[in-house]
């Protein structure tokens, strides 16, 4: 049947419009003709049997034996020792826009921790008419509220400024996940221990040994942020944050504080490790940017990438890809197969929402030559991610941190792709 | 400090407004006053090395050892054997709307099969103009959707129709789930094979021994019907019918054939077991409606529940649930404390989604005395959620399917609840 499945003839029809026409006529094609039911029927028939009776689900279900490559991976060069950690999203096998938690990425300084609910506080302190400490079910009983937001660290890419051309989506973008947050509105809870008036920035730190102590605005603090219980309606894991997390929508994925324990108001900001000696940007000129909290606009092809190579022969090809902006909504991803001379308006599978990942497609007959691959996206403020050369002539080389530039696949003729650059 | 913990003392401030004032006064009353910083810092310090060094992430992260109670579950003595069962997702213990697959209620009627993506095919053939037969890469060349929806069993809240009042809005509403996915529209595939002029059904069925044959209008086989690849944006769980599912967007979960391996295009529905002895409901005078694939609006509040009691004083209180409805988008609901005499409108998290879980919460200050919770959902073409009275005077009591009677939880005093009907 393998055999008979392989493209042999041209389709027989053309009842869809476009790109998606020559697509699904070549479809046809590779589809087997059926000359007459009974080869197919019997094919069901043996099939049906060899299915036979099967299993009962468990209490909680883990994905099939066949998936079992679909997971978090690490770089093993990375990091000096195990549990200085990080492991990255596998987004070249996903689709949609929802990461499951199972396979979210995760980045600690100092290991997870297994915190109780009952062993769980959460202080307010500092520069508040009193201060307060609220345990896990004190936290349950203020209003609630539900989002979905991207989570991207701000080293994703980051590898990618020299030049490391790791070989895979997974291990160039993969430290990004996008889940809905259920939680509790920060301002709720500052509104709650009352800031005084010279109150302008809140500090933020964990329950883990690393405590990841981060400065944040005042204005954030009281704009969108969340005290979160549950991502995708559960229990947020261990490696998560469990039982609380911070959410701080649009922002880089450090000051997200997992096992959040305080919050200090201060008049000025802490410049703690995590702001000062890590999560900035230093400059050719040896000077660091700091405060760069926003992740900028960024996209990039999930499929086809080197872990997820074309399987097939020329003919009808989906290209997909993920695209966001810590600055509001993506309104638009252009796809180009030629390295940047000729751009193509992709389809997004939905109208862009603020500060979360948006899937893009674009459907295209591929001619089965090697393609160099890229997306570039556009967000509601107007800005157009740019490309790495671009960042590079303005940052220079010592950046780390906050590389949104366009990503390049070359996909070859035999369908399997390599992480280049084109200058 | 647990002591300490306890609500000693009324609220010294007022800062939101409404309900949720009262609320947040009574969380800082029952959240510890702070005798200066000393004995907090001192308990954080403790608690900070009391947590240590954690661990690193699992490649694929399982839910924390102390939610292992958040699980599916069956009811013991509804099921003959263990190959033809069911389980019900734990809705009492989610927020938000999204369902992970982990938790997400199954029904199958031969067991769950594990079928290889290289062994899957699917054939549509019947008055088609070219039978055809795809292989899973073949579906994937086909471009695709992305889309939340709800799936409900048709016999979800059903065996409460005779008042068999199971103890826990898990065991009473949790053949639903509601989840985001990925796959090729159903109409693309048949307009590929080309349906006939006399075509006026689908028959479709699965790989499974069952193969739980449904026919379906050829009307909704070219709307919004998907056959998807994904879910939440990983592949389908064995349970939930690896490699590919069939989603009929708003009716009943047993015609999103698992494991889908043929449809049929016909000139009249092929009437099979699943949509005769089956899925029909028998009223009181023993004629049986048939062809009810529409799910009804319904809701039910999930907190406070049997399963999910008040661990609190009076005070502060947040309610929430889940509404639908499979004709479109939930417009409002609401919320009764003394079993209907009196309507509070709650408030929705979000903006109601066509044929998707929309959450609501009421927040209110709980007078500490028992209530008799129900709620009430309203669809956008004006339809309300009747009681469960007004159901059987027109049913009568030999329904199992679509019970979308209002539920009522009697929450007492000391915070526990139980299903109980009032007349």
């Known amino acids: 049947m393998t055999t008979k499945q392989k493209g ?51 209490p909680y279900g883990m994905p099939i034996q066949f998936e079992s490559d679909v997971v978090r991976r690490n770089v093993e060069w990375l990091t000096a020792d195990t549990i200085s950690s990080i492991n990255f999203t596998p987004i070249h096998a996903l689709d949609g826009t929802i990461t499951p938690q199972g396979c979210a990425f995760e980045r600690h300084h100092s290991g997870a921790i297994e915190l109780r609910k009952e062993d769980y506080r959460l202080m307010i302190n500092g520069l508040v008419d009193q201060e307060l400490v609220f345990t896990y079910n004190d936290l349950e009983r203020f209003p609630r509220e539900n989002r979905v937001y991207f989570c991207e660290c701000a080293a994703n890419t980051g ?28 301002r709720t809870l500052l509104n709650e221990a009352g800031v005084k008036p010279e109150g302008k920035w809140v500090y933020v730190e964990g329950a883990d040994a690393s405590s990841n102590g981060r400065s944040i605005p005042l204005e954030k603090a009281l704009d969108d942020c969340l005290v979160a219980f ?71 092809v999930t499929s086809p990438s080197p872990q997820a190579p074309i399987k097939h022969g020329p003919g009808p090809l989906v290209i997909t890809g993920l695209a966001w902006s810590g600055r509001g909504a993506i309104t638009g991803v252009d796809v180009t197969l030629d390295g940047g001379k000729n751009w193509q308006k992709a389809r997004l599978a939905a109208p862009g929402q603020s500060k979360a990942l948006t899937r893009f497609y674009l459907d295209i007959e591929w001619n089965g030559e090697e393609m160099f691959l890229q997306s570039r996206a556009r967000d509601e403020t107007g800005y157009v991610q740019p490309t790495k050369n671009q960042l590079r002539e303005v940052r220079g080389l010592n950046s780390i941190y906050h590389n949104n530039g366009i990503q390049t696949w070359w996909v070859k003729a035999n369908g399997e792709a390599e992480n280049v650059e084109i200058s």
Do not use: C
Request: glycine content about 10%; hydrophobic content about 40%.
């Open 8 to 58: 042999n003839g041209a389709s027989r029809r053309q009842f869809l419009t476009g790109a998606a026409a020559a697509g699904a006529g070549a479809v046809a094609a590779a589809a087997a003709k059926a000359s007459g039911p009974d080869p197919l029927i019997t094919e069901m028939q043996d099939w049906a049997s060899s299915t036979g009776a099967g299993v009962d689900a468990t």
């Open 159 to 186: 590898m990618e400024w020299a030049g490391a051309q790791l070989n895979g989506a997974q291990f160039t973008h993969g430290m990004i996940h996008n889940m809905e947050y259920s939680g509790v509105s920060l």
């Open 230 to 300: 549950k991502a995708n309606g559960e229990a947020l894991r261990m490696e998560h944050g469990y039982p609380t997390r911070l959410v701080v929508p649009g922002w880089e994925g450090n000051m997200w504080v997992k096992w959040l324990r305080r919050i200090e108001v201060t008049e000025v900001a802490v410049e703690s490790r995590e702001e000062t000696s890590k999560y900035t940007d230093t400059l050719a000129n040896g000077i660091s940017r700091k405060w760069t909290w926003e992740m900028d606009a960024k996209s990039v």
